[in-house]
Each structure stands twice: as C-alpha cells, then as structure tokens.
C-alpha cells in the first residue's frame, strides 16, 4: 500500500500596492509595504509561518535589503523568498507567466 502526504503551503507577495494586486488576481495573498524595512519587517514575520512555503518579493523592495535577506535565507531554508522584477520598469511583465515558470506547471 503506498500512502503518500500532500502539503499545501502557502505564496504570499510583499511589495507595492501594484506588485500585491497583480499577484492577487490570481489568487495570492499579498502584504503592501511602502518601505524595503517594511518589506523586511513583513518577510521575517512570513518566515515563522510554517504554512508559508514561498515568498516573492518585488526587487525595489528587496534590492536595498539584500544583505539582511541574505542572513534570513541563510538561517532559514523555507520559506523560499524570490525577488522578481516590479512593475514599472523598462519592459512589460506577466506575474501569471512567472508564477507559472517558479512553480513549474
């Protein structure tokens, strides 16, 4: 008899009113934030969730905390914490696209 276990965990975003609504619409949960210490605050706080398995982080957030994200990641293994481009840079982006790509489906 072969019994196997599944487990859901949990993607939320941290970044921008933008960058939050985008993932939303495909059903993401989100912390906006309007500072990379914010961001920061929020990430750590994520990371002692046991059911938060990936946290994807706009790059104008994560970009100026890449030091104290790097501790974080080295600390802990999960969750994973992914920076991904935010809107308003020099091409367009499809957040549905790359949500796609990172989980692999």
Do not use: H
Not at 51 to 68: E, H, R
Not at 89 to 94: E, L, M, P, T, W
């Amino acid at each position: 008899m072969n019994l196997t276990k599944t487990i859901f965990v949990k993607i939320v975003t941290v970044g921008s009113r933008v960058f939050v609504t985008s993932f939303q619409v495909a059903g993401v949960q989100g912390k906006i934030v309007d500072s990379p210490e914010k961001a920061y605050d929020e990430i750590k706080q994520l990371t002692s969730d046991p059911s938060v398995g990936l946290i994807l982080v706009s790059d104008d957030m994560s970009n100026p905390i890449t030091d104290k994200l790097t501790s974080l990641r080295t600390a802990k293994s999960t969750p994973l914490v992914f920076s991904l481009p935010s809107q308003g840079g020099k091409k367009s982006i499809d957040y549905g696209m790359m949500l796609k790509k990172i989980l692999g489906v």
